[in-house]
């Protein structure tokens, strides 16, 4: 019968890669880090769920997004929205001239809380907040764009005209965002202190939790048809016009749903480092973004995964002793995984590593890629690994 | 799509009506004042010189290009307002002229993408390969000669096998209305003799529309030839009267 007649929609060595990044992350960095690294290691990993999300929408479905940071923004703001209304009740804030508003909009000369924060005063609705505020945006332009048939490199100029247009606004809306310093001093999520180590160590550890589940969602929906589709569209989007699909549509979902795994990081990152501010939303950040899903393999779910922490602590590390040359160093790095090594980190463990280790380490999938011993067809014509659309 | 429940509530005389349909890129008339009409079951075969507007009457027809002017009505339903994927599920498939296949994919991904059903994004989503699915994947590739390709990726396939997979998800989608773009088109001598054994087992239930430049398999398969020169039909009916015509002779035929 069928190799790819399987009911379950993790593989074995699907499972096994999972369970290997869960150990890494739960057992091996918390007992060998101490607490300052840790923490550094949890603000990586909110970096993560965008470079998730690239994956599925640039890897998969061939829609490159320069503007993520817009999403992760969203995210981390509709967080730090919560958080500041909490730090600011009218005992904290009695030396204001309005006594219970976030002190940036009292001193911008705001003197009530404007109808855009009122929602923020609740937990839940902040949380269906992050992820739907996110997704809407991400709706509103993806349907814009995708119902003409915008895509490719001019939607990727769009959405880095978005991240800029984004930076901007917030900026310059100084009383109800809190300008270029974001929104800052935020103390307490419903009573508990996060500042506090302890608490940080738990917030990773939830952290890490999230992660592993928008893991899961991310392989669900590799491995539904949803997924194949995708992959299809890359490849001939017209073929699967014309095989009754309403392509706008599958376009419109994937990018909603790397928005709102965006933005789950976005909160965490509020959450982990207790502020948000512009510098996490426009071009730059963005694009350094794709770079992490890029050095990662952007056809692996777990390879962004370890290229995001990857090129971040190569960040940390080089730019704590030769800040100046980092941003040649990642440059470099794009340029490198561009012209040698297109699919990543992955890529290099799926042609030279994986094949040695046997099928439940990936060894099957690449085993799959290559022609049978006695192909009828012509041979194939590129002869690079395909690192999967498995 | 059922196909046996629409042919008997069907009493119309032709499945694909096009009339008065003009195209013009930028004034250049593509197609002009082009009509004609095609029966259940029929094969019809469009020749013409380079240039004549072939592919774009197929395009048209499939919604790809829009008309300026005219209509196209596929049993009784108006074409040219449709989406494209409307038109495809309303039982039009198109074959595309280069093989347009999934080469990221393997042939069995290919054939049940092209299975119609889960076509929206949450069917997509829930879609299940049950079944139904795997044995009409089955049949479907037994038929186009690649049942034991199946697990194969497509980019693996040689040309005329990837011919082969594109009209097997034609076939799975079971449209009422065939349309092939030069399926023979850069295919070996034994090659063309399967497409042809092929195209004679799957018009059964179905009206199919070829484009063809190769003569002795349009005199193979053809029911009626329609003749296309300058975005205008210079000729339409047999292939032996099609050839006898001094017209035809005169700008196609006799180069």
């Given at each position: 019968m069928l190799k790819s007649d399987r009911t379950f929609f993790l593989r074995p060595q699907d499972m096994i890669g999972i369970a290997v990044l869960a150990f890494l992350l739960i057992v091996v960095l918390p007992l060998t880090l101490d607490n300052f690294r840790l923490q550094f290691v949890g603000k990586y990993l909110t970096y993560a769920f965008v470079a998730l999300g690239l994956v599925l929408c640039w890897g998969y479905a061939g829609i490159l997004?320069?503007?993520?940071?817009?999403?992760?923004?969203?995210?981390?703001y509709c967080m730090a929205m919560f958080l500041k209304l909490e730090a600011s009740s009218v005992e904290a804030t009695k030396i204001q001239t309005t006594p219970g508003i976030p002190d940036f909009m009292d001193w911008n000369q705001i003197t009530a809380l404007p109808y855009?924060?009122?929602?923020?005063?609740?937990?839940?609705?902040?949380?269906?907040?992050?992820i739907m505020v996110p997704a809407l945006f991400a709706f509103i332009v993806g349907f814009a764009m995708f119902k003409r048939r915008v895509g490719g490199v001019y939607f990727a100029i769009i959405t880095q005209a978005l991240a800029a247009i984004m930076t901007i606004l917030i900026i310059g809306q100084q009383g109800y965002t809190g300008g270029i310093n974001g929104i800052t001093d935020l103390r307490t999520l419903n009573g508990w202190d996060i500042r506090t180590d302890s608490a940080k160590t738990i917030l990773y550890f939830v952290c890490v939790g999230l992660l592993i589940a928008c893991i899961l969602?991310?392989?669900?929906?590799?491995?539904?048809?949803?997924?194949?589709?995708?992959?299809?569209?890359?490849?001939?989007?017209?073929?699967?016009r014309f095989s009754g699909y309403d392509v706008a549509n599958f376009k419109v979902f994937v990018f909603c749903l790397a928005a709102s795994l965006s933005a789950i990081g976005g909160a965490m990152f509020t959450l982990q480092?207790?502020?948000?501010?512009?510098?996490?939303?426009?071009?730059?950040?963005?694009?350094?973004?794709?770079?992490?899903?890029?050095?990662?393999?952007?056809?692996?779910?777990?390879?962004?995964?370890?290229?995001?922490?990857?090129?971040?602590?190569?960040?940390?590390?080089?730019?704590?002793?030769?800040?100046?040359?980092?941003?040649?160093?990642?440059?470099?790095?794009?340029?490198?995984?561009?012209?040698?090594?297109?699919?990543?980190?992955?890529?290099?463990?799926?042609?030279y590593i994986a094949p040695h280790l046997g099928p439940l380490f990936g060894g099957a999938a690449k085993r799959r890629a290559s022609p049978p011993a006695t192909p009828p067809a012509a041979p194939p014509s590129g002869t690079a690994a395909p690192a999967a659309a498995e | 799509m059922n196909t046996a429940v629409i042919t008997d509530t069907m009493n119309k005389d032709f499945v694909l009506a096009v009339e008065g349909l003009t195209v013009s890129f930028d004034g250049f008339k593509a197609v002009n004042d082009l009509s004609f009409y095609v029966d259940e079951n029929e094969i019809r075969v469009i020749i013409g010189p380079n240039g004549a507007g072939k592919t774009t009457v197929l395009d048209l027809i499939c919604g790809r290009t829009r008309a300026t002017t005219g209509?196209?009505?596929?049993?009784?339903?108006?074409?040219?307002?449709?989406?494209?994927?409307?038109?495809?599920?309303?039982?039009?498939?198109?074959?595309?002229?280069?093989?347009?296949?999934?080469?990221?994919?393997?042939?069995?991904?290919?054939?049940?993408?092209?299975?119609?059903?889960?076509?929206?994004?949450?069917?997509?989503?829930?879609?299940?390969?049950?079944?139904a699915v795997k044995e009409r994947v089955q049949e479907i590739a037994e038929t186009i000669f690649l049942a034991d390709q199946l697990d194969q990726r497509a980019e693996y396939l040689s040309h005329g096998q990837k011919q082969w997979l594109e009209i097997g998800m034609l076939l799975i989608q079971d449209p009422e209305l065939l349309m092939l773009d030069e399926p023979v088109a850069g295919m070996s001598v034994s090659e063309r003799k399967k497409t042809a054994e092929l195209l004679n087992t799957i018009i059964k239930n179905r009206s199919v529309i070829v484009i063809e430049h190769d003569m002795k398999f349009v005199e193979d398969i053809a029911h009626k030839v329609t003749v296309l020169h300058q975005g205008k039909i210079l000729s339409e009916g047999s292939m032996a009267k099609v050839q006898a015509d001094p017209k035809v002779i005169e700008v196609y035929l006799g180069h």
């Open positions: 997004s320069l503007g993520q940071g817009v999403f992760f923004g969203l995210g981390g855009m924060w009122q929602p923020f005063n609740s937990l839940t609705l902040t949380l269906i907040a992050v969602i991310a392989y669900f929906v590799k491995s539904s048809k949803l997924g194949r589709i995708l992959v299809a569209m890359r490849d001939k989007e017209d073929r699967v480092v207790g502020f948000m501010s512009p510098s996490f939303v426009g071009i730059v950040p963005s694009i350094e973004m794709v770079i992490y899903a890029a050095v990662g393999g952007r056809l692996s779910i777990l390879g962004a995964i370890y290229g995001t922490l990857l090129v971040n602590w190569a960040k940390t590390s080089f730019s704590e002793s030769f800040p100046e040359l980092w941003l040649f160093g990642l440059g470099g790095l794009f340029i490198a995984v561009v012209l040698i090594f297109p699919n990543g980190i992955a890529g290099l463990w799926q042609s | 209509s196209i009505r596929f049993k009784d339903r108006e074409l040219t307002k449709m989406k494209e994927h409307e038109i495809v599920r309303a039982g039009v498939g198109r074959k595309f002229q280069n093989p347009s296949i999934y080469e990221d994919l393997t042939v069995f991904e290919n054939l049940e993408i092209s299975y119609p059903k889960g076509r929206s994004v949450p069917g997509a989503l829930t879609f299940r390969r049950d079944r």
